[in-house]
């Protein structure tokens, strides 16, 4: 995970004891490592990435993954977040007097259409040149959105300074400029589905050792399935090594 180029994080809710907990995970295209904690910290997020950490976190823009320790890195923050962000500011507005709808409507497009110039590319319907250019004009676009006066509309400023501070950091459309950062985090949401399953399934983890347990088989069974192993001779094999001689 360490030495990654693009790590995608996320987490879910989960129980332990009673307790409420966080199942977490981060993911690769070749590694999948889940964890359950009661905590969930910069200190954790810290100790999986490490202190020289030279890729792209991909995540949503929960305060932990702002903290001071990372701001050296590199991050794509999920557009598909902001996209419901502007789509909820849209919502709060409608039928209310005056312009307060018109900017968020403006935010939302602007970043739909940095998401489809991306899908695209992806598609190889437009050249990488192509992307580049229209890529530049759309961050213009943004950044004139989002650099500007107060607005007088509480929920356009609430939107607007949100995403300003990420925005002068460049971890909005980081993925306009390096076409190989994914502008999503779809992969951590994807990774997590079966463990919430798991969670409605099982009514989550009795003690913490349960919950090392299942995050522990979890991952190793998701890493196989990645690498193109079978998952159950991966475990098979795991126990053998590990059983007294």
């Known amino acids: 995970i360490q030495s990654a180029p693009i790590v995608h994080q996320d987490d879910t809710g989960w129980r332990i004891h009673g307790v409420n907990a966080w199942l977490q995970v981060a993911c690769t295209p070749q590694h999948v490592l889940f964890q359950i904690r009661t905590r969930h910290t910069h200190e954790q997020l810290k ?9 792209t976190l991909v995540a949503d823009r929960y305060n932990v993954y702002d903290h001071a320790d990372f701001k050296e890195f590199k991050h794509q923050k999920c557009i598909h977040h902001v996209i419901r962000n502007a789509q909820e500011a849209i919502v709060l507005q409608e039928g209310h007097r005056g312009r307060g709808i018109v900017y968020a409507t403006r935010v939302l497009q602007a970043f739909q259409d940095a998401h489809a110039l991306h899908r695209q590319l992806s598609r190889k319907e437009i050249t990488l040149e192509q992307y580049r250019v229209r890529g530049y004009v759309l961050k213009t676009r943004v950044t004139r959105l989002l650099d500007r006066a107060p607005l007088q509309s509480k929920v356009n400023e609430r939107l607007r300074k949100g995403l300003f501070k ?9 993925f306009l400029e390096d076409s190989l950062i994914p502008p999503t ?8 589905r079966s463990g919430v399953i798991a969670r409605k399934v099982s009514q989550c983890s009795k003690t913490q050792k349960g919950a090392d ?10 890493t196989a399935k990645r690498q193109g192993q079978h998952p159950l001779e991966v475990l098979t094999s795991l126990q053998a090594r590990a059983a007294p001689r």
């Not at 990420?166 to 909005?172: K, S």
């Open 47 to 55: 100790e999986l990435l490490g202190e020289t950490f030279g890729g």
């Open 213 to 222: 347990g299942y995050a522990m088989i979890k991952s190793v069974l998701e």
């Open 166 to 174: 990420h925005h002068r950091r460049g971890n909005l459309l980081r």
């Open 185 to 192: 985090n779809n992969a951590a949401e994807r990774a997590l």
